[in-house]
């Protein structure tokens, strides 16, 4: 008899990519499992940077106008039905187990079935299910051939900021990557984007225009950022539905007021923005969104950071430098090989004055980088220490004994670090 663990060692045994082509094999497993997306009203995020922070506000303001929500995020960070949660709550072991048997027997029948779309498929069955009134699904990669993209008529497509990541597979110019993106958008179906990027903007609004999708960009324009404290910060909306209204975000970063008004313009297709009630109701649920190792405080002194690409590290380097401190800053980092190491390093070295960087490798991973090869590279831009420490724990443990009372470290370069911190130090 399987266990909740036998399920997950199980999955974690999967390819992560498959022979056959997704979404093809997608649609071909759901019709064996009765297409459950079919009887679900979904917002689908897509995105390089911002889509779990977007996924988050729309589910915590969804949630606060008394709905019923599933949310489809990745990667996990601590437990794998993280991934799978109603109203914010991950899905209890037995649920989770329950889909993995249905998927299971579905997938032997046909074959082929990779790790996300394993996972994707069994939230679908539990939200349909849990009879929801909204699925908030986050895309894996890209968006046109990721398997989230057997969503036929999703009640909102929405699409974060893009910048150039996975390159090898989605293409190196910001325009093929937003080409896969806007795969997401379908006929007749409302997107939202963000539109700071203009080479991205064109083809989201060419592609929406084909599609006769309206479609809502979101801008610099679109706010003024007025205040940034150690507690997050706040922002006035300057055109359209809430144009006026000053909006407090719980995160410290600067670019969350653009993630905020996306999922605010996203909430607006839904209208769910109609009355007085339902604003209030939106903008107090966005002051206590949670969305965990996104420039999260876990303990004094201490922030976990999920940047992980160069644009995701600019964004870090631009909050870290406003980032009020009495004493010195630290950076623990560790990346995977795939990622722009040499941009990275370089903006992480010389765009802050970080008093000392520890570097270490995410263990039991084969994408892991050495710590010694990131040391090494850091040490091209860098003339500070650089304290090498193979081992997360160690490296958790020196930088901690280091670090005084009014000193700040930063955590970042890989959500799996952010999860084996939270795991293994926490």
């Not at 205040?227 to 970063?253: C, D, M, W, Y």
């Not at 909050?319 to 795939?338: D, I, Q, S, W």
Request: with cysteine; net charge negative; proline share 4%.
């Amino acid at each position: 008899m399987m266990n909740y663990q036998d399920a997950v060692d199980y999955i974690d045994q999967i390819p992560k990519y498959a022979d056959s082509p997704v979404p093809a094999h997608t649609f071909s497993l759901m019709e064996l499992l009765g297409n459950p997306q079919d009887h679900l009203k979904v917002i689908h995020v897509a995105g390089t940077n911002g889509k779990g922070s977007i996924c988050a506000y729309i589910t915590e303001m969804l949630v606060e106008q008394g709905l019923r929500v599933g949310t489809f995020t990745s990667p996990h960070l601590v437990r794998m039905n993280e991934r799978i949660k109603v109203n914010n709550v991950p899905v209890e072991d037995r649920v989770f187990l329950d889909a993995f048997l249905r998927v299971k027997e579905a997938s032997e029948k046909l074959g082929d079935t990779n790790y996300f779309e394993y996972l994707f498929a069994m939230a679908m069955l539990i939200y349909r299910d849990a009879e929801i009134d909204y699925a908030v699904l986050e895309v894996g990669l890209g968006g046109r051939k990721d398997a989230t993209n057997v969503i036929k008529q999703p009640a909102v497509s929405v699409i974060a900021s893009i910048s150039l990541d996975h390159t090898e597979v989605l293409g190196d110019t910001i325009a093929q990557i937003a080409s896969e993106k806007a795969g997401i958008i379908k006929e007749g179906c409302p997107v939202v984007y963000d539109g700071c990027q203009p080479d991205a903007s064109a083809v989201f609004e060419k592609e929406a225009a084909k599609l006769h999708a309206p479609a809502y960009g979101v801008d610099h324009g679109s706010w003024t950022l007025l205040e940034r404290t150690g507690q997050g910060v706040s922002f006035r909306v300057n055109e359209g539905f809430l144009k006026g209204h000053t909006i407090q975000v719980p995160f410290i970063a600067g670019y969350q007021a653009a993630n905020a008004m996306v999922a605010l313009t996203a909430l607006n297709c839904l209208n769910r923005l109609e009355t007085e009630k339902e604003v209030e109701q939106a903008l107090t649920a966005i002051t206590h969104t949670v969305w965990p190792g996104r420039m999260q405080q876990v303990c004094p002194g201490v922030y976990l950071d999920g940047a992980h690409n160069s644009d995701g590290i600019l964004n870090f380097v631009e909050t870290v430098a406003a980032m009020p401190c009495r004493g010195k800053k630290y950076l623990l980092f560790t990346a995977v090989k795939e990622k722009d190491l040499d941009h990275m390093t370089e903006f992480l070295a010389s765009r802050t004055d970080f008093s000392g960087i520890f570097v270490t490798e995410l263990e039991h991973n084969d994408r892991a980088v050495s710590a010694e090869g990131l040391a090494e590279k850091f040490r091209r831009f860098y003339d500070g220490p650089v304290y090498i420490c193979p081992h997360i724990r160690e490296a958790w443990e020196q930088a901690m004994k280091i670090k005084k009372e009014e000193d700040i470290l930063f955590i970042a370069g890989s959500l799996y670090l952010v999860g084996s911190v939270m795991e293994a130090c926490l």
